[in-house]
Nanobody, 125 residues
Framework: VQLVESGGGLVQTGGSLRLSCAASGRDFRGYVLGWFRQAPGNERDFVAGITWSAGSTFYADSVKGRFTISRDNAKDVVLLQMDRLKPEDTAVYYC???????????????????WGQGTQVTVAS
C-alpha cells in the first residue's frame, strides 16, 4: 500500500489549502481513509476520516466547519479542503488508512495500518 500526500505549503491566516492523498496497492473497500496532523512536540492527532465505500465523514472538533474531507473512488484519491486556516493548524499532515473491523475503527494513530510520509502545512499569523 502506498499513500502519497501533496498540496501542503505556506498560507496566511484565513486562507485555504487543499491536500491530496493518492492511495494505491489494494482495494480500499471496507477501509476508512483519513488525515492526521502532528505539530512539533505534540502527539499525532486525528483530523478527519472518510469511509471508502459509503463516504461517511468524521471530523475532529477543532476543524469541524472549516475542513472538508472527500474522496474520488475512480481516481483513488482522498482530498482535504482546509478553509479559514489558523496558526494552530500548522503541522505535518499525514494521510492514513485502516481496515474497519466489526467492532468499529478508532481515532488513535495506533489503530491505523498504513501511513504516508506527510506534508507540511504552515499558517502564518
Amino acid at each position: 500500500v502506498q499513500l502519497v500526500e501533496s498540496g501542503g505549503g505556506l498560507v496566511q491566516t484565513g486562507g485555504s489549502l487543499r491536500l491530496s492523498c493518492a492511495a494505491s496497492g489494494r482495494d480500499f473497500r471496507g477501509y476508512v481513509l483519513g488525515w492526521f496532523r502532528q505539530a512539533p512536540g505534540n502527539e499525532r492527532d486525528f483530523v478527519a476520516g472518510i469511509t471508502w465505500s459509503a463516504g461517511s465523514t468524521f471530523y475532529a472538533d477543532s476543524v469541524k466547519g472549516r475542513f472538508t474531507i472527500s474522496r474520488d473512488n475512480a481516481k483513488d484519491v482522498v482530498l482535504l479542503q482546509m478553509d479559514r486556516l489558523k496558526p494552530e493548524d500548522t503541522a505535518v499532515y499525514y494521510c492514513a488508512a485502516t481496515w474497519i473491523p466489526p467492532t468499529g475503527w478508532g481515532r488513535s494513530p495506533g489503530n491505523w495500518d498504513y501511513w504516508g510520509q506527510g506534508t507540511q502545512v504552515t499558517v502564518a499569523s
